[in-house]
């Protein structure tokens, strides 16, 4: 038999309701939950959705919240760049200050 939903996907389960750009936007939704992410830790694409925002690598079992639909989110990437900027600005105050004492 034929594959039935070759162009709509996951959301051909809606037939003709809601609209095309709504079930658009829910194909390619799902279609990125689906998929095996890279898990942070080991780096391995292992990762799979467990739960709304809870992610969990299959390799090493490391468990973390992330986005709804992805792993990770443009807004926490940033936060993540904050973080690391703040943590070796830090670092070079601290390198300075031990320097002075040597």
């Not at 709509?8 to 936007?25: H, I, L």
């Not at 904050?82 to 070079?92: D, F, L, S, V």
Request: glycine letters at 10%.
């Amino acid at each position: 038999m034929a594959n039935r939903t070759k162009k709509v996907g996951s959301a051909g389960r809606f037939q003709a309701r809601y609209g095309v750009k709504s079930r658009t936007r829910i194909r390619n939704v799902e279609n990125q939950q689906f998929l095996k992410h890279k898990c942070p830790s080991c780096g391995q694409n292992k990762v799979k959705r467990k739960g709304t925002s809870i992610w969990q690598c299959k390799k090493c079992g490391i468990k973390f919240a992330g986005g709804a639909y992805i792993p990770s989110t443009e807004s926490g990437v940033n936060v993540d760049k904050i973080i690391r900027k703040e943590i070796e600005a830090i670092e070079k105050i601290d390198d300075k200050g031990q320097g002075d004492k040597k």
